[in-house]
């Protein structure tokens, strides 16, 4: 099987409300009920002893630092329906998933049940396999603090048994007083990264950290050179222990200029993207990316004004296998007096970054492959919207069939087997399919004892 991408996130996938409606899937009809987060959870007393949902295990360079005494949190009664924000499963049994209040969550049965694996203080998460997973909190915690030399501090949690057991690595300072995580990956051995934001400077101008661990997490330290220190950076990816790229996204800083139409319908601007071939220690900005050469006819109306300024930027990367990977580029522009125009295009490489396609993107494509990938197109004028698959690594898309879906997140272990959070508008679902997408069955998650 094609080795899985390296996936983290705490963004939660919130629902817009829980009153019961009916989401076409395909051959089967989802029903979803869920309950309010508040009422499925039993809080610990904020007096209350450590009560983690796995035994504790201290790494040795950590041993003399008392654990946290924050209250952890609140954990999962039996048989509770769950709200997914993301999922990534990584065979047809096991998975991991994060739902809407960022707990850390593991399946062996194919996502019918959930164990609650959160560590002490949960974190910003990252999974290589489906035993290893990470998360990096940046703490307050005065017991913490005492291994820092400064602020802001920063622990990471790591297992290698699924969540059973948590190790916990030597608190480092990193970031400052706009500290965001934006990325985290781990290439599959002992090496992993860690992309954050440090400041926001003058006119929105970003500074950020990238760190390096060849331990595993357990200690980190400040990677060389000066990547992405003016725009925030929109992801960023590692095929192996040497090669790897940031993108970055200047659509928002306002000391970056944005194209003119007409110089962008022109192919006079591409996705940015920085590289480095030595781990992360010296990156390059050499890997050009082609301009696109498809446009939506929102901009290639002749009474547009050729002066109006297009702003992009990488908002998305994934990596797909050791060889290929993914990115979105997002653009907008603003017509006076108007609605600003939002668009996007995916882009794809099968050869590290050697050779590129594009096309317009519907903003939520996921592949399995550097072939096979499915998206959600929106149609627009009241018209069903469209479940796609690309078998060409994303030249052209076939609609598989028209369905009730607003938004769908796919996460796919073959060309036939998958699973997908899909929401209406008001209500979420977990489906799942093993032909490839031509029908759907929900299935309900609830959490385990």
């Known amino acids: 099987m094609v080795m899985k991408k390296i996936i983290l996130f705490a963004l939660p996938f919130l629902l817009a409300a829980c009153v019961p409606s009916h989401i076409s899937m395909g051959a089967a009809t989802a029903t979803p009920a869920f309950l309010p987060l508040s009422s499925t959870l039993t809080k610990l007393p904020s007096d209350s002893p450590l009560d983690t949902p796995a035994p ?15 209250t952890p949190f609140p954990t999962y009664e039996p048989d509770i329906p769950i709200q997914f924000s993301t999922l990534e499963m990584l065979d047809a049994a096991s998975g991991w998933a994060i739902d809407s209040a960022n707990h850390l969550l593991r399946t062996s049965d194919g996502g019918n049940t959930w164990q609650d694996v959160t560590p002490p203080q949960g974190g910003f998460y990252a999974f290589s396999d489906s035993r290893h997973a990470w998360a990096v909190v940046n703490t307050l915690d005065p017991y913490i603090m005492a291994g820092c030399k400064g602020w802001p501090c920063n622990l990471t949690w790591q297992t290698t048994d699924a969540g ?89 800083v306002g000391a970056v200029e944005g194209t003119r139409l007409e110089d962008f319908l022109n192919g006079k601007t591409a996705p940015a993207l920085a590289r480095t071939s030595d781990g992360g220690n010296l990156w390059v900005r050499d890997s050009p990316l082609p301009a696109p050469e498809v446009f939506p006819p929102d901009i290639t ?26 990115l979105q580029w997002s653009c907008f522009l603003n017509y006076p007096g108007q609605s600003p125009v939002n668009f996007s295009y995916g882009y794809l490489t099968a050869d590290s970054g050697q050779t590129w396609r594009s096309w317009l993107a519907a903003g939520n494509e996921s592949f399995v492959d550097a072939s096979t990938g499915w998206r959600l197109l929106i149609s627009g004028a009241g018209d069903p919207n469209q479940l796609q698959q690309t078998m060409d690594g994303g030249m052209t898309w076939n609609t598989i069939q028209k369905v009730d879906w607003l ?22 679902a977990l489906v799942h399919t093993v032909d490839g997408g031509t029908t759907w069955m929900e299935i309900k998650p609830v959490s385990a004892p």
């Open 407 to 428: 938004t769908a997140q796919f996460d796919f272990i073959s060309g036939q087997v998958g699973w997908a959070i899909v929401s209406d508008g008001a209500n979420s």
């Open 56 to 70: 504790i295990s201290d790494g040795a360079a950590s041993s003399a630092t008392p654990l946290p005494t924050r």
């Open 301 to 326: 109306d002749p009474n547009v004004d050729a002066n109006v300024q297009v702003r992009c930027g990488v908002t998305r990367m994934e990596r797909i296998s050791a060889q290929a990977f993914a």
């Open 164 to 252: 059973q057991t948590w190790q916990r690595g030597v608190p480092f300072v990193a970031g400052g007083p706009d500290y965001r995580p934006i990325a985290m990956e781990f290439s599959g051995g002992t090496s992993g990264w860690f992309l954050l934001v440090n400041h926001i400077g003058m006119s929105n101008t970003t500074y950020e950290d990238l760190l390096k661990t060849g331990d595993s997490g357990i200690s980190w330290t400040f990677a060389r050179g000066d990547v992405a220190s003016l725009c925030l950076s929109g992801g960023m990816v590692f095929l192996n222990e040497l090669d790897g790229w940031i993108g970055d996204n200047c659509s928002n």
